[in-house]
């Protein structure tokens, strides 16, 4: 139970060090100072740094896929609702993740070896799942023709935008992600897009 | 003539360097070898890395800032058409601008002191514009009635979404942002958004 919380404590010290200094910008030396935990026990459960960029962005990927296969394996239901549900989960995922959310989709956005592995395992993942959804939506006359690919690129930038850009929203639009009112007039905005876009007239 | 080539040669080094391992993971040595210039003229052109930074960011701004008022200061025309002007205009400025425009986009979601100076001149600028397109629209019955904060939010990351994640785009969907179907088949797809989600039918 100790390991668990000593554990807990480094990710916490990392994403919050991270998000202010960046990866490159922050040692080990401060993560371990910050978690309040011997510098030895970073190593210990993680392999360093880059152990532990790779832990945080492989548990924020796993518990995403999972939320949207979820969405997407309810077979009472029609492809629209199953995307609006999909939005709806990811939307209430990255809320409840949200220093690590946005620390993982900048990361995503740097231009390195480890990046492009976690790329073409869960971002291909995220894609074909999606992919198949529009399909399977434009099939059933649910969703009208239209490029899937940018379809997919589409709906996954409506989903993750606001938490890719958190002070975009505060500073400019005065908006918090944590308010009540923005949770529901977003979902309602995408959802709209969903209607009025992707659905078929 | 010869400052000129060197405070180029500097911004080339710097921007390429900045992509590769973030600014944080950057020295100025490394800029100015890559530059193949003397150490001396980074501080001597730009104050050092931090005043690279702000060149790099406020010089991308001001060319983006002109393209989006260029294209909404169109008289002749309708509110839609001012709109699919910006975006053509603002594709094409990142286009011709592709290594930086993904370097200032990222460095953007970084929560520091001079993102929030630079969010509050530029990024509020550009939503004003946006916004004021938005409500011109709406108000000559051209757009439908929206959330206008979402709708700015929403047209904006459909216009940088490729050049922030263009690793993204060509390892999973195979698209390289210089293929010149690329660029005709986006611009045809955020048209059809813009048609079909913001004009009132």
């Given at each position: 139970m100790k390991g668990l919380k000593t554990k807990q404590k480094v990710i916490e010290a990392a994403i919050s060090l991270f998000n202010v200094k960046g990866y490159d910008g922050t040692s080990v030396r401060e993560i371990a100072k910050t978690a309040e935990v011997n510098i030895a026990l970073v190593s210990y459960y993680f392999g360093g740094k880059k152990g532990?960029?790779?832990?945080?962005?492989?548990?924020?990927?796993?518990?995403?896929l999972k939320e949207l296969s979820d969405a997407?394996?309810?077979?009472?239901?029609?492809?629209?609702?199953?995307?609006?549900?999909?939005?709806?989960?990811?939307?209430?995922?990255?809320?409840?993740h949200?220093?690590?959310?946005?620390?993982?989709?900048?990361?995503?956005?740097?231009?390195?070896?480890?990046?492009?592995?976690?790329?073409?395992?869960?971002?291909?993942?995220?894609?074909?799942?999606?992919?198949?959804?529009?399909?399977?939506?434009?099939?059933?006359?649910?969703?009208?023709e239209m490029q899937v690919d940018f379809g997919v690129m589409h709906i996954r930038n409506l989903i993750i935008m606001p938490f890719l850009h958190p002070q975009y929203m505060r500073e400019n639009f005065y908006i918090n992600l944590e308010d009540e009112s923005f949770k529901n007039d977003y979902f309602n905005y995408v959802s709209d897009v969903i209607e009025t876009y992707f659905c078929r007239k």
């Open positions: 532990l960029l790779e832990h945080l962005l492989a548990s924020f990927y796993e518990g995403y997407l394996n309810n077979e009472d239901t029609d492809a629209a609702t199953c995307l609006k549900d999909a939005v709806f989960r990811l939307l209430k995922y990255q809320e409840n949200d220093y690590l959310s946005r620390f993982v989709h900048r990361e995503m956005t740097i231009d390195t070896m480890l990046v492009r592995e976690v790329m073409t395992t869960y971002l291909m993942k995220e894609k074909y799942l999606l992919e198949q959804l529009l399909e399977i939506g434009i099939e059933d006359g649910i969703f009208k």
